[in-house]
């Protein structure tokens, strides 16, 4: 089951890579057309940022992620010794490297895993987590983000945010050239083109609008996939659901973060902004707390 998992997710790897390329050239291709009257130059435009971005994030997305969210690193036992022994014991069960140790300065407690692969992982825990819980609440915790380095699910949110900035950084690049008037589109050109023209590019308005939101939604709900799988995972490597239902009550307690990174929202073991749900929970970064609770109250 473990195994089949794994590779499951390394094929969804490649679906999302697909989907989140394709998104990422329509848009720089609606850029490119509603604001430099040139498709080509857009998709090329697409394609240089979407390939840096994702080149930096793979190859170095444990010190991206952490710099975006204030994460400092431990490097012996002796700076936190209850967090680097529990995150060491729960790479032992669960089989794979010990990963790099954060601590995030922050009162409220979450936690997220992030890296390319398990031998390039790394393990963040604000400060609150640490002082809220106690060892069998901090092993729960820690084994939900050990299940999802081995299950590469770190790999796949890390596509997914590189892409997602990628898209983010097209739309800013186009309305910023629009405030400037850099580039736009002329009125002549709209009407010898007719219909089909006009089409075009409310087409390409629309596109350039809702791209991000769609980006958003695929990334949100990737994110709560995995969480339901992640909480599993954890009882599977620690024997005791319990530990992680006090821990998940505890976190949803505790007040908003201050210091997460927006675009890492979805890395965290719970919603870091405490966020209201949203219409049909498209926007949620994480299912209910009630709901994943009420799952590991039945195993």
Do not use: C
């Not at 130059?41 to 190859?59: E, F, K, N, P």
């Not at 936690?111 to 692969?117: C, R, S």
């Amino acid at each position: 089951m473990l195994f089949e998992q794994i590779r499951q997710n390394k094929r969804r790897t490649v679906y999302v890579l697909i989907g989140f390329t394709l998104l990422v050239l329509a848009i720089g291709a609606a850029i490119g057309y509603v604001f430099f009257n040139s498709s080509m130059m857009g998709l090329l435009m697409a394609l240089v940022i979407s390939v840096v971005y994702s080149a930096i994030m793979i190859g170095n997305s444990t010190n991206v992620v952490m710099s975006m969210n204030n994460g400092h690193e431990i490097t012996t036992a002796d700076q936190a010794p209850e967090l680097w022994h529990v995150v060491e014991d729960m790479a032992l069960v669960a089989q794979v490297p010990m990963p790099r140790v954060f601590i995030i300065d922050d009162a409220s407690p979450n936690a997220f895993a992030t890296g390319n692969d398990p031998q390039h992982a790394a393990v963040a825990a604000t400060s609150g987590i640490l002082q809220m819980l106690n060892r069998e609440e901090l092993e729960g915790v820690i084994g939900h983000e050990m299940s999802h380095v081995r299950n590469y699910d770190i790999r796949l949110q890390t596509i997914a945010l590189a892409l997602s900035a990628a898209i983010s950084l097209l739309v800013n690049i186009g309305m910023n050239s629009f405030w400037w008037g850099g580039g736009r589109r002329s009125r002549d050109d709209d009407d010898n083109g007719g219909y089909g023209q006009i089409i075009m590019l409310v087409l390409s308005i629309v596109l350039v609008i809702l791209g991000p939101l769609a980006a958003s939604i695929a990334q949100m709900a990737l994110s709560r996939n995995r969480e339901y799988l992640a909480d599993a995972g954890s009882v599977e490597l620690t024997r005791n659901p319990q530990g992680l239902i006090s821990a998940l009550q505890k976190i949803s307690g505790g007040e908003p973060m201050k210091a997460a990174d927006p675009s890492s929202a979805s890395l965290y073991i719970s919603d870091p902004f405490k966020s209201k749900r949203t219409f049909a929970n498209l926007f949620d970064t994480h299912p209910p707390m009630d709901e994943r609770i009420a799952r590991l109250e039945k195993m």
